[in-house]
T-cell receptor, first 114, second 116 residues
Framework: GQNIDQPTEMTATEGAIVQINCTYQ??????LFWYQQHAGEAPTFLSY????GLEEKGRFSSFLSRSKGYSYLLLKELQMKDSASYLC???????????????FGTGTQLKVEL | KAGVTQTPRYLIKTRGQQVTLSCSPI?????VSWYQQTPGQGLQFLFE???????NKGNFPGRFSGRQFSNSRSEMNVSTLELGDSALYLC???????????????FGPGTRLTVL
């Protein structure tokens, strides 16, 4: 099975940098995703890591350490529109060794203030 | 390119009834996954269908079932509804190719189910 932990809430200032951590325990790791979800909307894809290291995508970066069961999402130059829930999700091997069985954390509610 | 569509967007049912939700994936996507989202439990995986076959399954009771059609559209059914089934039901589609390590999922807007 899977167990994913991430902080419930975080607050940061516009223009600043914030790091959202995610730790996981898994029986068959096959990739880690970060999604953003604004209130009342569907989650949207931010990043994907399957190998150790940092993946950068504009203002967003995501890091993975498989040996430590740890990932973080880094948001730079925060904007008010970044206020949302950030979901960490781990994909495992599933029944057939493939596919899209994702286990999500409960999400980190980020509030960006002036 | 049209996104993932789900119908209906809102639904009110009473305990004991059954409900069918529909999901149309992005054109060309063959994998459809279903999730239940509640404030207390977050997003929980229900099942995934690929080429009309259930490829993965979460830990939900047998009252929750699904199917996929040859055009990749999918339906999920919940029988004998309980109050605790009130939730946002999201479906997500992806290419779903075998052996692919990268399968970004695109989510639909969800169906908000309220059980009274």
């Amino acid at each position: 099975g899977q167990n994913i932990d991430q902080p419930t809430e975080m607050t940061a200032t516009e223009g600043a940098i914030v790091q959202i951590n995610c730790t996981y325990q898994t029986s068959g790791f096959n990739g880690l995703f970060w999604y953003q979800q604004h209130a009342g909307e569907a989650p949207t894809f931010l990043s994907y890591n399957v190998l150790d290291g940092l993946e950068e995508k504009g203002r967003f970066s995501s890091f993975l350490s498989r040996s430590k069961g740890y990932s973080y999402l880094l948001l730079k130059e925060l904007q008010m529109k970044d206020s949302a829930s950030y979901l960490c999700a781990v994909r495992d091997q599933g029944l057939t060794g493939g596919g899209n069985k994702l286990t999500f954390g409960t999400g980190t509610q980020l509030k960006v203030e002036l | 390119k049209a996104g993932v569509t789900q119908t209906p967007r809102y639904l009110i049912k009473t305990r004991g009834q059954q409900v069918t939700l529909s999901c149309s994936p992005i054109s060309g996507h063959r994998s459809v996954s279903w999730y239940q989202q509640t404030p207390g439990q977050g997003l929980q995986f229900l099942f995934e269908y690929f080429s009309e076959t259930q490829r993965n399954k979460g830990n939900f009771p047998g009252r929750f079932s699904g199917r996929q059609f040859s055009n990749s559209r999918s339906e999920m059914n919940v029988s004998t509804l309980e109050l605790g089934d009130s939730a946002l039901y999201l479906c997500a589609s992806s290419w779903g190719a075998w052996g692919s390590s990268y399968n970004e999922q695109f989510f639909g807007p969800g169906t908000r189910l309220t059980v009274l």
